[in-house]
């Protein structure tokens, strides 16, 4: 496991969400509530990026047909899919924001 410097915490605004490219991965940084959370940018319905869904109430809305994620646990809400996504443990240090990798 290794920590991996994205951006200031700052950059990333309340309800908003951005994506990085990490080891060949795209995940999705997200605030809510004060808190940054990191997730598969792949939606598991029909493999949509997540990136551009309204984030609220630490949930993320697939753009494409709606699904919610729950961002602290990557699992999905309603019946268009069971599959969870794989969430990244964030960490705040010296106003920068780490995420960590396998
Ligand atoms: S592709 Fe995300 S809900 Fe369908």
Redesign the pocket.
């Given at each position: 496991m290794s920590q991996v410097e994205l951006c200031s915490a700052s950059d990333i605004e309340e309800g908003s969400a951005q994506a990085f490219d990490i080891n060949g991965k795209s995940i999705l940084v997200c605030r809510s509530e004060d808190r940054f959370f990191a997730i598969e940018n792949r939606?598991?319905?029909?493999?949509?990026p997540?990136a551009g869904g309204r984030v609220r109430r630490g949930l993320i809305a697939?753009?494409?047909?709606?699904?919610m994620f729950d961002l602290s646990t990557g699992e999905p809400r309603g019946n268009?899919?069971r599959v969870p996504l794989k969430t990244y443990t964030t960490v705040i240090g010296d106003g920068a924001l780490f995420i960590e990798v396998d």
């Open positions: 939606c598991s319905h029909q493999e949509s997540l697939c753009p494409l047909h709606g699904v268009l899919t």
